[in-house]
């Protein structure tokens, strides 16, 4: 029986994180197990890989097999002790390799020497290995050769696991990007027509109220036209951000928490029996106004659509940490099922309930919260008490 690494389970998910398995072969690799196979004088190296069952050879100098059962690998025994070099000398004389099939039988490893690649976590992955069908000795120059060749290989395994990451963020990246690009030219334009047509039909009652001097109309048209400004600025910026979604990270400023939050609750028709807490105290934040603006927008949305309460009431809380802003948004709304806490984040997932004025969701609120916080790099999850509360809890890298 081969021993088994301490923390057995973390290496093997650190070797996944790799990659690496099975895959083709490539001249970076060989060239360092060639140079081993020419320091050590040894006809076979190997660049070893072991996973749950079996040793991988991602380079394999001198013999045309690509793996071997773990049960009888040498280099098993190598990385249960992964700060030392393992030499065998004569496997015939060595009771733990005597009957291994690969001493006796015709591949007849006779020679074996090991160095551990440990790779940056402490986790061995595998092995550089040279072997010999004689009897054999390393010299201390050949040895300290060999840790050097070792330490290459894992060098290059790091680099492709970043490589790795990189593209991942990017693919990521991209996919916020594209993602904010079409929402925001969507709905500024879905909007921007019947928007400007109000602030037209708004501006000629204006003229004709004013005639009739009745200041009473006059006041609820001049809110009207305010709040159909207001709306058509948001959207104006929403439209230059599709242009260009990587600006939401670089066209950040300092702004007033509080009044980011008044701003969007005149936007919003709140009704008399709603009430909406803000954090107390002056809270200045650097951030894209216009993301923050849109993501409140449509948790207050949500919050007062979905509150069945005789008194509603929404709650938003503010903290800050060395390297985070983090934001709470509790309402005592009609609560959302746990099975369902994940999936509300997801385009066009949407509970099969209807709002106080009794209308379905699009499936879109929320999702485009999670875009825009995505391209932000932060994140938002939920906890709820369904018929008592719900909280969105957002944190947002500085």
């Given at each position: 029986m081969f021993p088994i690494p301490i923390n057995e389970n973390e290496r093997l998910e650190s070797l996944k994180s790799y990659q690496i398995l099975d895959t083709e072969e490539e001249e970076d690799f060989d060239e360092l197990a060639m140079l081993a196979s020419a320091?050590?004088?040894?006809?076979?190296?190997?660049?070893?890989?072991?996973?749950?069952?079996?040793?991988?050879?991602?380079?394999?100098?001198?013999?045309?097999?690509?793996?071997?059962?773990?049960?009888?690998?040498?280099?098993?025994?190598?990385?249960a002790k992964p700060e030392e070099i393992l030499i065998i000398n004569d496997a015939k004389a060595d009771e733990?390799?005597?009957?291994?099939?690969?001493?006796?039988?015709?591949?007849?490893?006779?020679?074996?020497?090991?160095?551990?690649?440990?790779?940056?976590?402490?986790?061995?992955?595998?092995?550089l290995c040279v072997i010999d069908q004689t009897v054999k000795e390393l010299s201390g120059q050949q040895i300290a050769a060999l840790k050097i060749l070792a330490k290459q290989v894992t060098l290059?395994?790091?680099?492709?696991?970043?490589?790795?990451?990189?593209?991942?963020?990017?693919?990521?990246?991209?996919?916020?990007?594209?993602?904010?690009?079409?929402?925001?030219?969507?709905?500024?334009?879905?909007l921007k027509n019947p928007l400007s047509s109000m602030m037209l039909t708004s501006q000629a009652l204006q003229l004709k109220l004013g005639k009739m001097e009745d200041n009473g109309c006059m006041r609820l048209i001049d809110l009207n036209i305010s709040s159909s400004h207001k709306l058509l600025v948001l959207l104006d910026e929403m439209l230059d951000y599709s242009k260009s979604p990587a600006s939401l990270l670089s066209n950040k400023k300092l702004i007033d928490l509080g009044e980011i939050i008044n701003k969007v609750v005149t936007l919003i028709n709140i009704p008399a029996?709603?009430?909406?807490?803000?954090?107390?105290?002056?809270?200045?934040?650097y951030i894209a106004p216009v993301a923050l603006e849109q993501i409140l927008?449509?948790?207050?949305?949500?919050?007062?659509?979905?509150?069945?309460?005789?008194?509603?009431?929404?709650?938003?809380?503010?903290t800050e940490t060395g390297s985070t802003y983090e934001f709470e948004i509790e309402d005592n709304g009609i609560g959302i099922q746990e099975q369902y806490l994940e999936k509300i984040f997801n385009n066009n997932f949407t509970l099969k309930i209807t709002d106080r004025y009794n209308k379905k969701g699009t499936g879109l609120g929320l999702a485009t919260v999670k875009g825009?916080?995505?391209v932000l790099k932060g994140t938002i999850t939920a906890?709820?008490?369904?018929?008592?509360?719900?909280?969105?809890?957002?944190?947002?890298?500085?």
């Open positions: 320091i050590c004088q040894t006809p076979i190296a190997l660049i070893s890989l072991i996973d749950d069952k079996r040793q991988w050879f991602k380079s394999h100098k001198g013999v045309d097999v690509r793996e071997t059962p773990r049960e009888i690998s040498f280099c098993a025994h190598t990385i733990r390799f005597s009957n291994n099939p690969l001493v006796i039988g015709e591949t007849n490893v006779t020679f074996y020497a090991g160095v551990p690649l440990v790779n940056e976590d402490g986790f061995p992955l595998g092995t290059k395994l790091e680099l492709k696991r970043k490589v790795l990451v990189l593209e991942e963020k990017n693919r990521e990246l991209t996919e916020s990007n594209s993602f904010i690009q079409k929402f925001a030219t969507t709905a500024a334009h879905d029996n709603v009430k909406v807490v803000s954090p107390a105290g002056k809270h200045n934040i927008l449509n948790l207050l949305t949500n919050a007062i659509r979905y509150n069945d309460k005789a008194e509603g009431q929404i709650i938003i809380r503010f825009l916080l995505s906890r709820s008490e369904p018929g008592k509360w719900t909280i969105f809890y957002i944190s947002i890298l500085k």
